[in-house]
């Protein structure tokens, strides 16, 4: 069994800032630092660093060279990782005081994924393979539909939320992994002790994980629903905390392992992530998390 994650490539830069830049200010940044990023990269990173043999296909441009190194040092399988014209996509990520961050993204070459690249990617996996998507590179919806005819488990982080995500077959994912605004725009509950419950009545194939950040996450299916708590750990940066969370939970399922455990090692992990600076940087190795001995705040 092997996972795909057809995913987006970015170089981030973050700012350290007060607070977030408000309309018409001009603000100063303490600092800046530049990372490897991009939703599909951490999660990559996420699977790879938790012990899961992960191939990653998407577009860089010929500035994103650092992205390929960093994932090979990891352990992802980057031959399906294309070099386009243009520019690597990017992000513009404002860190405040809190360790709250906010995101502007410019997707660059995430943009140039044709269905035919897709399909020659595809090529080379087989059903009982899984695949991985997110929504920050184009031609999702395609890659989606031909990974089903292949007979693949389909996971959808569907991050960014926006009107490209509803024009998806999303009748076909198996497992949606989603926070809490993610899944208030899918199945328009606003009441977050309901959404997984709202969510398995939209999507009834598919199983849900919910993560609701102080409140810890949820994972809901047609005969189980479990829940865990978060742990207590000084918040410095968020930026990464997802995908970590994304990619712990999937090497588990994927591997065979139980939802509860999968939810208390993701929870680990993103609790991990949380307490250090930038995406990649964060992201911990499964020794870490196992050997790590962490309070539970909350159930």
Not at 91 to 106: E, P, W
């Amino acid at each position: 069994m092997k996972i795909l994650n057809f995913g987006s490539l970015n170089i981030d830069n973050v700012y350290s800032v007060d607070h977030f830049v408000r309309p018409g200010e001009t603000l100063s940044s303490d600092s800046l630092s530049v990372f490897c990023g991009g939703k599909g990269l951490n999660q990559s990173l996420a699977l790879a660093r938790a012990g899961a043999e992960v191939y990653h296909a998407g577009m860089a441009g010929r500035d994103g060279a650092m992205l390929l190194d960093v994932m090979e040092k990891s352990g992802v399988h980057t031959q399906y990782v294309k070099i386009a014209d243009g520019a690597t996509g990017h992000a513009i990520i404002q860190v405040n005081r809190s360790g709250q961050n906010c995101i502007l993204l410019y997707g660059g070459a995430n943009q140039q994924v044709t269905e035919e690249f897709a399909e020659e990617v595809l090529s080379h996996f087989d059903k009982g393979d899984w695949l991985l998507l997110q929504n920050e590179i184009s031609s999702v919806g395609s890659i989606m539909k031909a990974a089903k005819r292949k007979g693949m488990t389909v996971v959808l982080n569907p991050s960014p939320m926006n009107e490209k995500i509803l024009e998806m077959p999303l009748e076909l994912v198996d497992y949606f992994i989603l926070n809490e605004v993610e899944a208030a725009g899918l199945c328009g509950c606003e009441q977050t002790e309901k959404m997984a419950g709202e969510l398995r009545k939209k999507f009834p194939g598919a199983k849900i994980v919910l993560t609701l950040g102080s409140k810890g996450a949820v994972y809901q299916d047609e005969a189980i629903r479990a829940a865990h708590g978060i742990y207590n750990v000084p918040v410095v940066d968020t930026t990464a905390a997802g995908d970590t969370f994304t990619g712990y939970f999937i090497e588990q399922v994927a591997g065979g392992g139980s939802p509860e455990k999968a939810l208390e090692l993701a929870s680990k992990a993103s609790s991990l992530a949380v307490s250090r600076k930038g995406a990649e940087p964060s992201i911990p190795l499964m020794d870490e998390v196992l050997s790590s001995r962490l309070e539970l705040l909350s159930v």
